[in-house]
Structure formats: C-alpha cells, structure tokens
C-alpha cells in the first residue's frame, strides 16, 4: 500500500497529465471548430429547423447510449481502449456529415459518431480523463488542476470557433460555394478524431485503475448497501456502489441543468446573433472566441474561491449571476448591449465546472470515479439531448426566438436553488481534504 501511495500525492506530474492536457486542447479545438458552423451546414443541406432540432437531439442521445456504455466499464476493460473508440467514433461522425446530404445518413452519423453542437464536450473523453486526473493528482491540488484543464479546454474551444467561422468565411470569399466551406471545416474535425486516436495510444498503465481501488470495492461496498435493504443491482451495473444514491441525485440535477443548457447551445446562439442582428460568420468566431477565453479564465477563479467558501457554494453562488445576465442577453436592444451582456455572463459562466467536478470526484471512492464521472456526465447529456428537439422550432420563430433564453434562465435558478437544498449536508468521502471539507460543511 505504502510502495503505491507516492503517485497520487507526487509532486512531480504524472508523464499522462501533458498528454491529457493536450487531448484536452486538440479535442476541443475541434468541438468549438464544428460548432460555429454545424447549423449553417446543414441548413445549406438543405435540413428544415425541425430536422435540425431533431438531428441535434439525436446527436447527443447516441452520443449518450454509446458514451455511457464506454464510461462505465473503462474502469474494468480498460480507459485508454475507451478513450480510443470514442476518438475513432468523432473521426466517423466527421466523414459522414461532411460528404452526405442525405437526412438519413445525418442520423446514423449524429446516432452512432461524436460530434459537438455547443462546443462542450460530448463522448466518453471527459468522464474518463478525469477519473485519470483525479488518480495521479493529491486531493488539495484537484479543483487546481480541473481548473487549469478547462481552462485549456475553454481556450481551445475559443481558438476553434475563431478558425471555424474565419476558415468558412475565407473559403466563400474565394469563390467556394457555402456548403463547400462548411464540409471542409467539418473534414478538418475528422481529422482531429484520428490524430487523438494516436495520442491516447501514448497513455501510460498508470492511466488505468490502480490495483488497490479494485480491491478496496468487496470489502467495503457491502456495509455501505446494507441498511437499503436492497442491492442496487442498477448501480452495480453502472459501476457504482456504496456512493450509488448521492451520484444518482447528483445526477438527476445535472440533467436538469443541462436540459436548460440545451436550449441555448453554441450553434444556436450563433445562429441567433445571426438571425436577429445579421452577424457574419467571421464576427460570430471572434464573438465566442472571446466568450470562451473569458469562461476559460473564470475557471482559473472558481480554485481560489473555492478554498475560501467551499465546493458547492462556489457551484451555486457563481452560478445564479451567470443565468440571470443569460435572461439578459435577449433584452438588449442592440449588438453591442448583447454582446457585452453575454461576454460578461461567459466571464462567470464557467466557474462551477471544475468545482463540479472536483466534487463529484470527493463525493466518491476511487474505484467509481470513472463510473461517477460518466454516469453524472451522461445525465447531463441527456438532458442536453432533448431540448434541441424543443429548441429548434422556437429559434425560427421571428416571435419566439427569444425564448429559449428564458427557458434556459429559469430553469438553471431552480436547478441552482435544489442542488444546494439537497447537498448542503452532505459528507464527502474525502474527509481529510480541506475543500471537501469545505464542500461538506457550507459549499
């Protein structure tokens, strides 16, 4: 046990953080690449506003199936093999969107591929590098390094939207017709999917689940169900165990939030700013550019702040300013009021993602991180996947336009107000980290 414990608590970084960090960046690059122009394509293909709603849903629930298949059982067959298959699966999505029309080959790609209508992550990557990350790293460093990896994340997504809408623009100037630049902007994402195909290869063992988590579950799952009454057999096949009932209300909440988060997607909003204030397509990549790299930073902040209030209230207090400048944004009565409301809005918007994660993974022992991460993950998927279906037909309403952003807005404050009602008592199961214990007593 002795021989093991220098890993997680080294201060040397592990030889998988870089590369995951770099995965990070080149994934996310793509995601936000795709994003600026998902919509645009397929209305060029000649897609209804329905059929995308419908074909954006669809994305995301495949993308659900397949992701919570992987994620739950990266811990027992192994997380690079997983990783790998997901990297293929964003490399298929791409070729298939980009060199069909056909409705029907769109749906098997946006069923069974990965791609990102909101610039967000989506696949099994996130749940499974973070399982990684939280092995190799001690507890007091954790929302630090979580906040650091979606800064890059963030800053990537920036750097692909800038060169998404720049790149499509571009091509239409020279004479290419628009469909065309779209393709070859999405070509460009399948590409990222094989080159991280080769990267994940370069995982060490060390990415995998230690020995001792493995055999840490026998012992001390039992006592954890016994007072139930009843085994969780669900939970068991999700991966999870003694934490099972705190990680499926955790989850129940996130799908939620992302259920409002769907509503106001990447793609969506730039078609919004598009539609309602005749934004280029060159001006929308610096416009979410700059969103991203503000939310990148904000998550910078979310560390400090949350050694000094604790985990959840950083999530809570940084998230409710956040979704009431969002109910802002339809307000403003001009393009530049609503660009500001909105870069101001992303200044905030990310400062509870790494202390979300941060306190998933403390909620939890570390033999279910990778099952925590990916059910918690693939709930927050699912609600994603359905709103777009409701989405679409409003954003094409000149009247209704609007109202996602309310939707979005209200629904995220009762999401806000119920995480912190349900969770504020809680115990993390790491009692011996400051933040947790910061998390347990006020966050």
């Not at 995480?419 to 400051?434: G, Q, Y």
Request: charged content about 10%; proline content about 6%; aromatic content about 8%.
């Amino acid at each position: 046990m002795d021989a093991a414990q220098p890993l997680p608590g080294a201060h040397a970084p592990s030889p998988d953080l870089p590369l995951l960090f770099a995965t990070r960046m080149i994934r996310l690059f793509g995601y936000g690449l795709v994003s600026v122009v998902l919509v645009f394509h397929l209305t060029a293909s000649g897609l209804s506003e329905s059929q995308i709603g419908l074909l954006l849903t669809l994305t995301l629930l495949g993308d659900t199936a397949i992701s919570l298949w992987l994620t739950t059982h990266a811990d027992r067959f192994g997380r690079r093999q997983m990783l790998l298959a997901g990297a293929l699966l964003m490399s298929f999505a791409g070729i298939l969107f980009a060199v069909t029309q056909s409705f029907a080959l769109l749906l098997l790609a946006a069923t069974v591929g990965v791609i990102s209508p909101s610039g967000n992550e989506v696949g099994p990557f996130l749940a499974v590098e973070q399982a990684v990350l939280a092995g190799e790293i001690p507890p007091e460093r954790r929302t630090g390094i979580f906040a650091s990896y979606n800064l890059v994340g963030s800053l990537a997504t920036a750097l692909g939207s800038l060169c998404g809408g720049g790149l499509a623009q571009i091509l239409q100037s020279r004479g290419m017709a628009p469909l065309g630049s779209y393709r070859t902007v999405i070509f460009v994402y399948a590409g990222i999917g094989a080159a991280l195909a080769v990267l994940f290869r370069q995982l060490s063992q060390a990415a995998e689940v230690a020995p001792r988590d493995k055999t840490q579950t026998t012992p001390q799952a039992p006592p954890e169900r016994q007072p139930t009454g009843r085994p969780p057999k669900l939970a068991m096949r999700l991966g999870l165990e003694s934490s099972h009932t705190n990680v499926l209300k955790l989850a129940s909440l996130f799908t939620m939030d992302a259920f409002a988060g769907g509503f106001i997607v990447q793609a969506f909003v730039a078609y919004w700013f598009h539609q309602r204030f005749g934004v280029s397509l060159a001006a929308l990549g610096s416009i979410f550019f700059a969103a991203n790299v503000l939310a990148g930073l904000s998550a910078l902040a979310a560390s400090r702040l949350a050694k000094r209030i604790g985990l959840l209230a950083t999530m809570v207090g940084t998230h409710i300013p956040s979704n009431i400048l969002l109910l802002l944004v339809p307000l403003m009565p001009s393009l530049p009021l609503a660009i500001a409301v909105l870069l101001l809005r992303f200044s905030i918007s990310q400062m509870d993602v790494p202390t979300r994660q941060a306190y998933t993974m403390a909620l939890v022992s570390p033999s279910e991180r990778s099952a925590a991460a990916g059910v918690t993950g693939i709930a927050r998927t699912v609600g994603a996947a359905l709103s777009p279906l409701i989405a679409g037909p409003l954003y094409a309403s000149v009247a209704l336009a609007s109202a996602p952003f309310f939707i979005a807005g209200g629904l995220k404050l009762v999401y806000d107000l119920l995480v912190w009602r349900v969770f504020k008592n809680v115990p993390l199961e790491e009692a011996r980290d400051s933040s947790p214990r910061a998390g347990r007593q006020g966050s």
